[in-house]
């Protein structure tokens, strides 16, 4: 801080400024999360398809973030808030058709590291109720019926959303996973759920919110 009539800033003044300060931060973190939380959570616009709502929605949680560094900007906060805005752009540019270079690529055959990401939220519903007490199959079938939105997953509007997630907890639990984050985040879970040792229906009730992100994931 500048020192005032060419003497330096009494303590209780600057104490008082640094209160104020964290004050402020708090503050302005607490309304940047209620936003992105208001984003996330917003209706779909019912003349945008699906994939441009959600690009829609990650670019506007980018402008939000891209907003609050101008906010609390010093020294190179508003250049990175900058910097952050420009993907939001890019994204929103994709639901006018126009591709920017930064996702055009060579092509791959492997579904992306958020595809996979909710698969493990489901592959871990699955390993709790199974280790619940219910069999693969029981497990799969009540999964499949009670969270439909899991089809989104899938390759292909006809596959078999139990046979699905059956595959799905066969290659994280074989290792086949091709995102080896994910791969070592489930095994890390999962034994940290066998070494629990909790109760059947605590066991049912992690099942069923590891679907339910799964299929708040598969939505959004």
Partial sequence: MEPKH??????AEREEAAREYREYLVRVNSELVELLLSIMNDKDDPGLSAIDNQRRRYARILWGISAYFHAIGHDKLPELGTYIAG???ALEDLIEGVTDRLFVTKGSKRDS???WGARLQAALGLECWIISGLSRETAASDAARNYKELARLTRGTNRDLKGSLLSWYDRYVEGRVPVPALLEAFQTTRRELKAANLSPAEYR??????FAQAAKSAIR
Avoid at 205 to 210: L, W
């Fill in 6 to 11: 060419g003497g330096s800033i009494p303590s």
């Fill in 205 to 210: 009730r992690r099942g069923e919110q590891a």
């Fill in 113 to 115: 590291m958020r595809i």
């Fill in 87 to 89: 993907l939001g752009i």
